[in-house]
């Protein structure tokens, strides 16, 4: 079954750049060219992946990303012409999996969406399909968490880098691995990216972020107790 991807880009020449590299690599594609329709589509179709453009008219992206996290964990990418950093972290704060800077190679664009759109659940240090420790519970076929039973909302980023960690329990990753192996080799950022990621997983493992230490000016290490 090909998968979805939902364009949203007001610029019609762009978005139809966009559409034509995913219809040409066997994709299904939907396009909106604001926000409120992005949003009207997103509710009437199943979407596998969202390409979000920031600057919009009517509604932002930044507004369409927080809405669509409220009920979804569908992986984003946000596109923009802007390049202060800060705009960079709250978008990822918001939840954005991804974030590529205007000019871009659609190239890049669909290597960057496979990435988020391949599934992952034979990761290196596991070829089980579950993974429990200290009452983290973690299905790779589902791509679901739990947190002593009950369920933990993370986004596609936020499990991968959850993920990645348990598996490798015990060991120090530093933040190159972690950008190389959730991001890829071509990725073009700084390191605050990965510290805005950790931060979010933190607060939503509540008590259990204990578990992710901090290795000072390397990494991060899951341990094994708490």
Same mark, same amino acid.
């Given at each position: 079954m090909p998968k979805t991807i939902l364009v949203v880009e007001d610029e019609d020449i762009l978005r139809e750049v966009v559409k034509d590299y995913f219809l040409n690599e066997g994709y299904n594609v939907l396009e909106a060219a604001d926000g409120e329709e992005a949003l009207f589509l997103f509710q009437e179709d199943h979407v596998d992946l969202i390409i979000l453009d920031i600057m919009l008219p009517e509604l932002d992206g930044w507004s369409i990303c927080r809405r669509i996290r409220k009920t979804s964990n569908v992986p984003i990418i946000?596109?923009?012409?802007?390049?202060?950093?800060?705009?960079? &972290? *709250?978008?990822?704060?918001?939840? !954005?999996?991804?974030?590529?800077?205007?000019?871009?190679?659609?190239?890049?664009?669909?290597?960057?969406?496979?990435? &988020? *759109?391949?599934?992952?659940?034979? !990761?290196v240090g596991s070829t089980d399909d579950t993974l429990s420790l200290h009452g983290i519970s973690v299905n790779f076929l589902s791509r679901t968490v739990t947190v002593d039973g009950g369920p933990l909302d993370l986004t596609y980023t936020e499990f991968e880098i959850l993920t990645y960690l348990m598996q490798n329990r015990g060991i120090v990753i530093t933040k190159e691995q972690l950008i190389t192996k959730i991001w890829g080799f071509e990725y073009v950022g700084d390191d605050r990216t990965v510290n805005t990621h950790i931060r979010n997983v933190r607060n939503k493992l509540g008590e259990k972020s204990k578990l992710i230490k901090t290795i000072i000016r390397t990494g991060y290490k899951f341990e094994g107790s708490l």
């Open positions: 946000m596109l923009t012409a802007r390049v202060d950093e800060d705009d960079t &972290l *709250l978008g990822f704060e918001l939840g !954005a999996d991804d974030y590529i800077t205007k000019p871009y190679s659609p190239p890049i664009l669909m290597a960057r969406a496979k990435r &988020l *759109l391949k599934n992952r659940h034979s !990761a």
